[in-house]
């Protein structure tokens, strides 16, 4: 068997992008697996690949050229592969990627969808009338003809269920490679005692990432609940600078930092320091930067949305935030700072980290999606 995955981008986990390292990660595994594995992707600069790390797998780029065609050299690519070959597209609400369905199903080749959260009813809602002009014009048929239809968390599984009822779906999480967490670690804050450092690493999202609800709810520990503590945020661009100006307003930038994007050693070593690390997502498909903290011994404070509440839950990981609102996240924080001073809150960090090695091994999500390619 030869496996395709089709992204929009060019895989490379160096980036803060999820669906990125999601696709490096399974064509990394599969290969490793024995499995003949290629990543395409579809970007403006195809010939720059000079920020790409080394990868044990082959990666085409394509030039992105009209969102109404894909390029002609997929096409010839198209008719090259073998015959037992799959695709996996990892994306919905691309119009390249239903142009490449069209010449899928006209190649007879299969291919599998990951939509990483693109349906989850709260995501749908977003430019909800285009939404549902483009997904019974173009999106069905992108669905309809796939051989299964991969959901990475309940809530999306729930939402594609009203959506495409009659189309094939399996749900498998993603997973997080242990072994690029390796780092060096280094005290960023020294002698603060049992101030916490709450944190959150990611894209820069006011509403879908609920940072505003982050923000207020740690403006009510403030000034409120009277209690010490320091809020960290990592990402950049999107909502970077009405953020910073939300925390002047709430008076609490002088213990909020903003560290702007941060990669490799440096984004590791500022999860590794904090105590607590925050999604408060209002949907999502499954964020890897909670695996990644979770891994690393953080204890995650999380949203149903971020499908992960359950797996928190389960494992004694963390928190849940039930209801998803400020007042909760405030709550939360000051049950992070009393179960701080006796301890129970590291064993959480541990149980973060069991939690990761257990039910997010990449080597048998990869193995499972695998059988769900060789499905008649």
């Excluded at 986990?13 to 390292?21: D, I």
């Excluded at 403006?44 to 790390?53: A, M």
């Excluded at 990475?152 to 009822?165: A, H, K, T, W, Y």
Aim: with cysteine.
């Amino acid at each position: 068997m030869k496996i395709v995955h089709f992204v929009l981008g060019k895989a490379n986990p160096n980036r803060m992008n999820g669906v990125n390292k999601v696709v490096n990660n399974l064509a990394t595994y599969q290969t490793n697996l024995g499995y003949d594995v290629d990543v395409w992707g579809i970007t403006r600069t195809p010939d720059d690949v000079s920020d790409l790390p080394p990868r044990n797998y082959q990666t085409k780029l394509f030039k992105s050229i009209n969102k109404l065609f894909i390029h002609s050299k997929i096409q010839e690519s198209l008719r090259k592969l073998r015959n037992d070959t799959v695709f996996h597209i990892h994306g919905g609400f691309i119009p390249e990627f239903f142009n490449l369905s069209k010449s899928l199903v006209k190649e007879d080749i299969p291919y599998v969808v990951t939509p990483h959260g693109c349906y989850n009813s709260k995501a749908m809602e977003k430019n909800q009338q285009f939404k549902n002009i483009y997904f019974n014009m173009f999106e069905k048929n992108y669905l309809r003809n796939a051989k299964v239809l991969h959901c990475i968390g309940q809530s999306e599984l729930d939402s594609s269920n009203r959506l495409v009822p009659n189309v094939d779906k399996v749900l498998i999480p993603n997973g997080q490679n242990l072994d690029e967490l390796k780092y060096e670690y280094e005290e960023i804050l020294e002698d603060r005692l049992d101030m916490p450092i709450f944190g959150y690493c990611g894209r820069m999202d006011e509403k879908m990432k609920g940072l505003d609800l982050l923000l207020e709810g740690f403006a009510i520990y403030r000034h409120q609940m009277r209690k010490d503590g320091k809020l960290w945020l990592i990402g950049g661009n999107q909502d970077f600078e009405s953020l910073q100006n939300y925390a002047r307003e709430l008076g609490i930038a002088k213990d909020v930092t903003f560290w702007g994007p941060q990669f490799g050693n440096a984004k590791l070593n500022i999860i590794a320091n904090m105590d607590a690390f925050y999604h408060a997502s209002r949907y999502e498909g499954m964020p890897t930067a909670i695996l990644e903290a979770a891994a690393l011994k953080v204890p995650c404070v999380v949203s149903e949305a971020t499908n992960l509440s359950d797996y928190v839950e389960e494992y004694d990981a963390g928190y849940v935030l039930d209801p998803n609102c400020a007042d909760e996240v405030a709550w939360s924080m000051v049950h992070t700072l009393t179960q701080m001073k006796d301890k129970k809150w590291k064993e959480k960090g541990i149980n973060a980290h069991n939690m990761v090695k257990t039910a997010f091994c990449w080597e048998s999500i990869a193995q499972e999606l695998v059988e769900v390619y060789s499905r008649r």
